[in-house]
């Protein structure tokens, strides 16, 4: 499985931007999530999808701005980020979990097991 993350940008505070994660490759992982870091801190969960469901799971500080949808036709992952705030900088990740995950790990890092190569998202004035 590979990941392709392109879509990232310098965005002015309350804009949008959306990401998105193309996947080539056997692909039959159980989720798909977005996460986020930034210089000295530890990746950051953002959302996640489960590919059967489709249910979607939100970190607190991006519920109600970020959706996390799916595009069967071009299999890509998709993050709409709105009413992007300056917390919102980071380099942003894409990744894949195995098909056995479960629902209690979606949140965290070490239970994907394929990433992209992230993108720079930068929100300034």
């Known amino acids: 499985v590979q990941l392709q993350a392109s879509g990232g940008g310098l965005v002015q505070p309350g804009g949008s931007l959306r990401l998105s994660c193309a996947a080539s490759?056997?692909?039959?992982?159980?989720?798909m999530a977005w996460f986020r870091q930034v210089p000295e801190k530890e990746r950051e969960f953002v959302a996640a999808?489960?590919?059967?469901?489709?249910?979607?799971h939100y970190a607190d500080s991006v519920t109600g701005r970020f959706t996390i949808s799916k595009d069967d036709a071009k299999n890509m992952v998709l993050l709409q980020m709105n009413s992007l705030k300056p917390d919102d900088t980071a380099i942003y990740y894409c990744?894949?979990?195995?098909?056995?995950?479960?629902?209690?790990?979606?949140?965290?890092?070490?239970?994907?097991?394929?990433w992209g190569q992230g993108t720079q998202v930068t929100v300034s004035s």
């Open positions: 990744a894949a979990s195995s098909p056995r995950s479960i629902l209690s790990t979606i949140r965290n890092a070490g239970s994907y097991d394929y």
């Open positions: 999808i489960r590919l059967r469901e489709r249910s979607t």
């Open positions: 490759g056997t692909f039959s992982s159980r989720h």
